[in-house]
């Protein structure tokens, strides 16, 4: 069984930074494709930013490109999403997502494995 174990969240202030780093468990990590996800309080699960298995490609929600940046470490097994320039309406749960295929799922179904979720609160 894979493990995505987030870590990094916390409260900041508008306009502030945070890291969340998702470190997984699997030997075929380099071979997966990974995601971010968020769900805030009372509201569906909203895609953030997804990766493919090099790291080459990176695909960002709209509401979050420009502030946010994906990458990953194969050799590490572990995947970083730095948030910049954070604004009131990014707080929210935060999911690490992996699917095991190259190129990332266009939906959350697709995703195979998930973390525990990491809270994120940006005050205003």
């Known amino acids: 069984q894979v493990q995505l174990v987030e870590s990094g969240g916390g409260s900041v202030q508008a306009g502030g930074s945070l890291r969340l780093s998702c470190a997984a468990s699997a030997r075929a990590f380099s071979s997966y494709a990974m995601g971010w996800f968020r769900q805030a309080l009372g509201k569906e699960r909203e895609f953030v930013a997804a990766i493919n298995w090099k790291g080459g490609s990176t695909y960002y929600a709209d509401s979050v490109k420009g502030r946010f940046t994906f990458s990953r470490d194969n050799a590490k097994n572990t995947v970083t999403l730095q948030m910049n320039s954070l604004k009131p309406e990014d707080t929210a749960v935060y999911y690490c997502?992996?699917?095991?295929?190259?190129?990332?799922?266009?939906?959350?179904?697709?995703?195979?494995?998930w973390g525990q979720g990491t809270q994120v609160t940006v005050s205003s």
């Open positions: 997502a992996g699917a095991r295929q190259v190129v990332p799922p266009p939906s959350a179904n697709g995703y195979d494995y």
